[in-house]
């Protein structure tokens, strides 16, 4: 079977606004984003002899993109005052320090932190049903849902970037309403 060709004198050209679109819905923030993708093509430039073509191009750059959002978020969320644990290992193979990040208990809540969810998750509804009916179904469907862009803009008959202009006034008027509703 002869070795499958990708091209990455081709990526930025070929998949950069696909990778910003994807990325930019789920960290909000321009830079962040633009930096994800470089670290994406940067870490397929490295493994590019792992590539088996059992995807696509495409489909495999996705796949590496998910893994720096995940690091992304899990960078981001270990410094939020999370406690640090050193462990030092020895097995057969292998020794050397182990950092673990330690969560709070998410079951340890009080009566406080229930109110304020349901408060928070009435507020979400109150701005939900403010919004433009259509918009907010796109902004379910994606945001929350999930869905694939490519079903919901069949569903609806847009293109893909009138999705995402939908889902950013979406979420700026999401953010406007719950400043002025969720104290």
């Given at each position: 079977m002869p070795t499958p060709q990708i091209d990455p004198n081709k990526w930025v050209s070929k998949y950069?606004?696909?990778?910003?679109?994807?990325?930019?819905?789920?960290?909000?923030?321009?830079?962040?984003?633009?930096?994800?993708?470089?670290?994406?093509?940067?870490?397929?430039?490295?493994?590019?002899?792992n590539f088996k073509g059992e995807a696509s191009e495409r489909t495999w750059l996705i796949a590496i993109l998910k893994r720096k959002i995940i690091d992304y978020y899990r960078k981001t969320n270990s410094k939020k005052g999370k406690a640090e644990v050193h462990i030092n290992y020895k097995d057969a193979d292998q020794e050397g320090d182990w950092l673990e990040e330690r969560v709070a208990d998410p079951f340890d809540t009080t009566a406080e932190d229930d109110l304020e969810n349901t408060e928070l998750g009435l507020a979400i509804h109150k701005c939900l049903g403010s919004l433009n009916e259509r918009h907010a179904e796109i902004f379910k469907k994606k945001t929350i849902k999930n869905y694939e862009t490519e079903v919901i803009?069949?569903?609806?008959?847009?293109?893909?970037?009138?999705?995402?202009?939908?889902?950013?006034?979406?979420?700026?008027?999401?953010?406007?309403?719950?400043?002025?509703?969720?104290y």
């Amino acid at each position: 079977m002869p070795t499958p060709q990708i091209d990455p004198n081709k990526w930025v050209s070929k998949y950069s606004d696909y990778l910003y679109n994807y990325t930019i819905v789920r960290v909000n923030d321009s830079a962040v984003a633009k930096d994800l993708i470089s670290e994406t093509f940067l870490a397929a430039l490295k493994s590019m002899k792992n590539f088996k073509g059992e995807a696509s191009e495409r489909t495999w750059l996705i796949a590496i993109l998910k893994r720096k959002i995940i690091d992304y978020y899990r960078k981001t969320n270990s410094k939020k005052g999370k406690a640090e644990v050193h462990i030092n290992y020895k097995d057969a193979d292998q020794e050397g320090d182990w950092l673990e990040e330690r969560v709070a208990d998410p079951f340890d809540t009080t009566a406080e932190d229930d109110l304020e969810n349901t408060e928070l998750g009435l507020a979400i509804h109150k701005c939900l049903g403010s919004l433009n009916e259509r918009h907010a179904e796109i902004f379910k469907k994606k945001t929350i849902k999930n869905y694939e862009t490519e079903v919901i803009c069949n569903e609806y008959n847009i293109t893909p970037s009138n999705l995402w202009v939908i889902i950013h006034r979406a979420r700026t008027a999401m953010a406007e309403c719950l400043e002025k509703n969720w104290y």
